[in-house]
């Protein structure tokens, strides 16, 4: 066989090779080439006597089927004099197969040290001796096999072995051991636990199974692990009856006790399913890997204490997995009625929180901040994913605190990301405080809400730890109030506000309630909250909710359904107002400390950056956010010089994918950073993947977490990785600046020094590459575009590119960017999922019912795609490389989108506003029944026209206003069907066609002005 694994010049010692698995590895071996000395003392099972007769009886076979062996006939406890055999017959060594074994199998009370110490001689001994004896040999050669033979009875335990359990077990440590020492110099150490008929299994096997149990079944795994092809070292193999496996160490999740804290006997007693239970565990495979889970108890400090309600070393600090959230105007609109919003329909102001489509906009009501963060909190807690150490039930919880506040006001809509911590865990004595702060992101990353939410622990304090902030905060001052807003509850109220989310039966079931003590069931403390909040806008904002940028409050007592909630406030500024609400009829404070801060100016959302034209755009280096940590670790070891006394050590960073090796030496000089290895050895390799380390140095990632799960591999000075606790006191905003700095310089010319002799290379888009076969396909395939008549444009995200394939013009055309006309059919679609639906490996269907794959415009048309699967891939191979080709000898421009010719179509929009500006000249009374200013946005083709009719104006111009009553956003086909009346207004909003912006009633009752322009 030309692949058959062959040891041809290789030399093998097999012990105990006289009979069974020994005979059998020796036999195989030298079949493939090797030159065996086949060992064995030729005593019996239990070691007595001798006999040359088993090792003379397998050279013969080997020598009979053409191979080279000598007979050996020293026990292993000489095992100098088996390697000399070895060197003497054939001048070197490259395989040990230590196999010799005997049993003494006795139960442990009648076991006598005679057996004890014979079973320990052979395997223990005699493997060490035979191994020892070989070792220089192979290391001095840079070579060597090295196999040992458990058993089991080693790994398991067996009834009446503990002799041999006892040896097995240990040559399995010596082994792992070798494995490590020998690695280095290509010597690799295996074991096997081996299943097989032979004489020390006769006694312990019925016959059937022993006969099944051929030892060559075994052989195969020992030739192959002692082939100079087999890169494994310290595996542990359990082999038999057609079977084989590799073994690894399985612990259990485990139960940590910060340093300081006391352990009861008790404590191990309620955790033993973590200490004991594998539901969750961990594979260690080396000692550093062992020692993980203590090295992170020493580094984690002092405990911060708790009891058995609340352990606040595992609690604070957790960071919740992500929630993702949406809403929209329906969902605002029933939180506004839920907090008493329009109670007076005909209130204007009022019914903006509640109508969508009122004339001046609809406002979102700022306290709905609170409902989607903390939904956020109520989901994780259904779905099981609570913080680590909380031991309490909910019959001890109460909303003690609630903070809000905006970073700019709520939009009608949104889609939120919520990221919640343990921010803080106060002991007060009886009771515990527990803060949860939860920030939630828009779609553009920006930061729009931050919640801090109090929970009061009942009889979870006690532990002696930090009380937190005592002062009374937003105290009223010792005055009559500012404005006083009464409010009637409707008994109906809980009910409604429980749509927002909050379905705690304790605010709906009367049953409920009374088992908690309340005679009926009580209102939300965050329902009371928005109540609050709108008193406050109404009396200090001009009833303005944009003005709102945040609230603290105090939840003092409860508040039943049919009361009246009385808000009492004090301004203390133009952007701070205090106040306290009491019920009126019991007289009772229900939320103290509270207070309202106001915004001085109105802020806005942040505005996106406009996507720059791809021609224009500069060359720019590949993004390399991992290598950009190194970057600003530079900076401040740059600016303290001083740690490389207090550190002393050298750090290597072997980052993979991509892969890079930087160094931070804080060993010489005032210390450096640098990529690639420095002329002197690290103290401290770490090995950790690109994206892994990034998170790890934004703070995403727990370095522990990482460790223990093979994430991030420690070697050299293990203990030495604690000093990288320096990293966290590195200022970000600093850091950031730093790297913004040393782009510039990048950009500006200056040469990075190892990078000065890369030549650039346009970074690699294969999703774009797609579109290159397509237009190739095209080209070749004119008569496509009168078989499908569509223009196609495909947005693709991650990384961001729109490309259009032009099937309705002119012969057609594929190309970056969007075309003249508007496109048919837009595909939003991630770019990876476009190659994997491009090359087959994603079906679209499937991409499309699973969101992936968004559709607007003509949806049926994306049918017609189906020509791509015409497309041969090999033309289109060439196709791509033909192109890049060209683009490297620079014969590809920057593209632009194909000229097309201007269709011949009817009337349009310009003939329409040149007809209305003679009718408002003929009859400029119709200004005074509209009074507005018309804003125009037209798609298809896209224009803009405002109509200034307030104040008997009768201006009609091209371009946008920033005065407009009104915004109609309408298809140019549409308006054209409207004007001579093929259309009518309410038909076009109610099917979505026309969107209105502003005062609705313009739309609804007053565009006759623009009926018959065009006759």
């Known amino acids: 066989m030309a692949n058959e694994l062959r040891f041809d010049g290789r030399v093998a010692i097999v012990t105990g090779a006289g009979n069974g698995l020994g005979r059998a590895h020796a036999l195989l071996l030298a079949s493939r080439g090797a030159k065996v000395v086949v060992n064995d003392l030729g005593g019996g099972r239990h070691g007595g006597g001798t006999s040359s007769e088993a090792a003379d009886k397998v050279v013969a076979e080997i020598k009979a089927a053409g191979g080279e062996a000598v007979a050996n006939y020293d026990s292993v406890e000489q095992g100098s004099r088996i390697v000399q055999s070895a060197l003497d017959a054939f001048g070197r060594i490259d395989i040990v197969v230590n196999n010799a074994g005997i049993l003494r199998d006795v139960t442990f009370h009648k076991m006598t040290e005679e057996d004890w110490e014979l ?26 096999r090295i196999i040992f033979t458990s058993s089991a009875a080693g790994i398991y335990g067996n009834f009446g ?33 081996p299943l097989a008929g032979s004489r020390l299994t006769e006694t312990v096997l019925p016959k059937e199974l022993i006969d099944a149990l051929k030892p060559e079944y075994v052989s195969p795994l020992v030739a192959y692990l002692c082939h100079e092809s087999s890169s494994e070292t310290g595996g542990l193999f359990e082999v038999g009856g057609g079977f084989f496996a590799k073994l690894r160490w399985e612990r259990a999740e485990g139960k940590t006790v910060r340093l300081g804290r006391g352990i009861k006997v008790e404590d191990l007693q309620k955790d033993w399913n973590k200490v004991a239970g594998f539901d969750t565990t ?26 058995e309600f609340i352990d606040v070393d595992q609690a604070l600090g957790y960071e919740y997995p992500p929630v993702h959230s949406s809403y929209d105007e329906r969902d605002l609109s029933i939180y506004a009625l839920g907090v008493g919003a329009a109670e007076n329909p005909l209130d204007d102001k009022e019914l903006r929180y509640v109508y969508e489509m009122h004339g001046q906009g609809f406002v979102p009501l700022p306290t709905y901040g609170v409902v989607p963060a903390l939904s956020a909190l109520m989901d994780l807690a259904k779905a099981g994913k609570t913080a680590p150490g909380m031991n309490y039930g909910l019959d001890r919880l109460l909303h003690g605190e609630q903070y809000l506040e905006l970073s700019r006001p709520l939009p009608p809509k949104a889609k939120l990301t919520h990221k919640a911590k343990v921010k803080e865990i106060w002991d007060k004595g009886k009771n515990a405080l527990i803060v949860t702060e939860i920030r ?62 909050d379905w705690n039966p304790l605010h709906a079931d009367p049953s409920f309630a009374t088992a908690f003590g309340f005679s009926k069931p ?51 500024s133009d952007e701070r107002v205090v106040f306290r609400c009491k019920v009126k009829e019991r007289d009772k404070v229900v939320i103290s400390n509270a207070a309202i801060g106001l915004w001085k100016e109105i802020p806005v959302a942040k505005a996106k950056a406009p996507a720059a034209a791809p021609a224009a755009a500069p060359a720019k280096a590949a993004e390399n956010p991992a290598g950009d940590v190194f970057i600003g670790i530079r900076d401040y070891v740059e600016k303290n010089p001083a740690l490389v006394e207090k550190v002393k050590t050298v750090f290597q960073f072997d980052l993979k994918g991509p892969d890079a090796t930087w160094t931070i030496d804080l060993k010489n000089g005032k210390g450096s950073v640098f990529e690639g290895k420095g002329a002197e050895k690290a103290d401290t390799a770490l090995e950790i993947a690109s994206s892994d380390w990034l998170a790890m140095a934004t703070g995403q990632a727990d370095p522990q977490k990482l460790y223990f799960e093979g994430k991030l591999k420690i070697s050299g000075n293990v203990m030495a990785s604690q000093k990288l606790g320096f990293m966290k006191k590195i200022d970000p905003e600093q850091a950031k600046a730093a790297i913004a700095a040393h782009k510039a310089k990048q950009g500006g010319g200056a040469a990075a020094p190892a990078a000065a002799a890369a030549p650039a290379k346009a970074a690699e888009d294969p999703s774009g590459d797609v579109f290159i076969g397509i237009r190739d396909y095209v080209e070749k395939n004119p008569a496509l575009v009168e078989k499908i008549k569509t223009i196609f444009q495909f947005d693709l995200k991650g990384p961001d590119a729109t490309w259009t394939v032009d099937l309705k013009n002119g012969k057609g055309a594929v190309f970056q960017g969007t075309g003249a006309d508007k496109a048919d059919t837009v595909l939003e679609i991630s770019a990876a999922d476009w190659l994997a639906m491009a090359t087959g490996q994603a079906d679209p269907q499937q991409l ?90 037209l798609t298809g083709p896209e224009s803009d026209w405002h109509v200034d009719l307030v104040g008997g104006k009768t201006t009609v111009s091209a371009g946008r206003t920033m005065e407009a009553t009104t915004v109609i956003t309408m298809s140019t086909e549409d308006l054209v069907a409207l004007v001579k009346g093929a ?33």
């Open 119 to 144: 079973i320990y001689r052979v395997h223990v001994l005699g493997s060490f001796r035979v191994t020892h004896a070989a070792w220089p040999h192979m290391r001095d050669q840079g070579y060597g």
């Open 161 to 193: 072995q503990a002799n041999y359990s006892m040896a097995k077990l240990g040559i399995v440590g010596l082994s792992n051991t070798l494995a490590l020492e020998g690695k280095k110099k290509n010597v690799l150490v295996n074991t096997i636990a």
């Open 440 to 501: 939630s992101v828009d779609e553009s990353g920006e930061e729009l809400i931050r919640n801090e939410s109090t929970a009061l622990i009942r009889g979870a304090g006690g532990w002696g730890g930090d009380r937190g902030p005592s002062a009374d905060v937003n105290v009223p001052p010792e005055r009559a109030p500012d404005a006083t807003i009464e409010q009637k509850i409707p008994e109906n109220q809980a009910l409604l506000y429980r749509l927002s989310g």
């Open 522 to 572: 009580i209102l939300h403390g965050l329902c009371t909250f928005g109540y609050a909040a709108r008193h406050v806008i109404h009396a200090f904002a001009g009833g303005d909710a944009r003005k709102f940028k945040s609230i603290k409050v105090r939840f003092a007592d409860s508040v039943f359904p049919g009361e009246t909630v009385v808000t009492e406030m004090w301004k203390e």
């Open 983 to 1015: 259309e009518h207004e309410a038909r076009l909003f109610q099917t979505g066609r026309m969107r209105v912006d502003g005062d609705v009633r313009i739309a609804s009752n007053r565009l006759h002005f623009l009926k018959g322009l065009l006759g």
């Open 848 to 937: 499309y019912f699973g969101g992936k794959l968004k559709i607007t415009g003509n949806v049926m048309a994306s049918q017609k795609l189906s020509f791509m699967k015409k497309i041969d891939p090999e033309q289109a191979k060439a196709a791509i490389a033909a192109h890049k080709a060209k683009a490297a000898s620079g014969e590809v421009k920057a593209e632009a989108a194909p000229q097309v010719a201007a269709k011949q179509e009817g009337p349009g929009a310009a003939a329409i506003f040149e007809a209305l500006k003679e009718r408002l000249n003929k009859t400029p009374e119709i200004a005074k029944e509209v009074d507005a200013v018309v804003e125009f946005h």
């Open 282 to 307: 961990t594979h260690p495979a080396e000692i550093n890997q062992s020692m993980g889970p203590v090295m992170a108890n020493v580094q984690a400090g002092p405990a911060k204490g708790g009891n």
